[in-house]
């Protein structure tokens, strides 16, 4: 999940996004630091703006597949926050609330007073608009809370945004309908479901690569994903699973319905070779990737 943090200058975002690291693994892109990189040479008109906006909303998309993410950006358009959140789903925005006359207060890096005497052009708050959001999922008043405060209620909102998951972990060489059944069981029970892609070495029973399988579960699961209620990601190869108390969670040994319960990823690939009838055995919407892994099979 992509937490996007828009406020002016001053507003408190960067202090609660590091305080939030500090509870948490999270991933932060803080728009200072990135302006002396990956968006180094972009300026502060309207143009600038939004092409800085596009590069951390890409990153920040990139980094998603692995772990959550804190942007703190001042984001000054209603459009451009607009925009973002329409490309990217997997994100919420978080107003951090200040005004400007308490920002310029603040002042933390001396931006307001260099602003006001010309030394900064377009600077947010002085010479150049902040629309305050329309559409936001979380509002932290930092002139009424104090840092403690604005800090742990985005950690709650965080918690609250990040459900618990039925965990899958398999090779998935292919995924096939008797997979798929009992991954749509937890769905259809309301669980949120993770799988877990173990990066097995490429051997004869293990012919198709980590990002290849990652893909087909992603064409199987596809409305599942878009609705974040499934997520795949890449996992350490384990040569065992090893649980103590059973605290906050429960092991569960799942059987395979018996119209499926025949079906093997061994069968498939072998059929997959023989151009056999192997597309009844898998989930449809993997057919057309598996097609074009055939020819891993032949390495």
Known sequence: ??????????????????????????????????????????????????????????????????TDVIVSCIT?????????????????????????????????KGLYAKADSGQILNFTG???????????????????????????KVLNFIYKCNHKYAVFVGRWQPLH?????????????????????RDTPLSKDNPFPLPFRIEVIKAAFQKEI?????VVFPFVDIDSINVGREVGYKVNHLHVPEDVEFISATQIRELMMKNGEWKRLVPFGAIEILEKGKEYLEL
């Open 1 to 66: 999940m992509i937490y996007w943090m828009t406020g002016l200058s001053g507003s408190g975002k960067t202090t609660i996004a590091k305080g939030v690291q500090t509870f948490r693994s999270i991933e932060v892109l803080e728009g200072d630091e990135l302006r002396k990189s990956l968006c180094c040479g972009l300026g502060y008109d309207r143009e600038d703006r939004n092409e800085n906006l596009r590069r951390t909303a890409h990153l920040a998309t990139y980094l998603d597949k692995y």
């Open 76 to 108: 000054p358009y209603e459009v451009t926050r607009s925009m973002i959140r329409s490309i990217y789903p997997n994100l919420k925005i978080l107003y951090i609330k200040a005004s400007i006359e308490e920002c310029i207060k603040r002042d933390p």
């Open 126 to 152: 002085i010479s150049d608009i902040f629309e305050p959001p329309v559409l936001v999922d979380l509002v932290v008043d930092t002139e009424k809370d104090t840092p403690q405060e604005s800090i742990k």
């Open 177 to 197: 309908r008797g997979h798929e059944q009992i991954i749509r069981k937890q769905l259809q029970a309301g669980k949120k479901v993770a799988i877990a892609v």
């Open 226 to 230: 878009i609705s974040e209620n499934l």
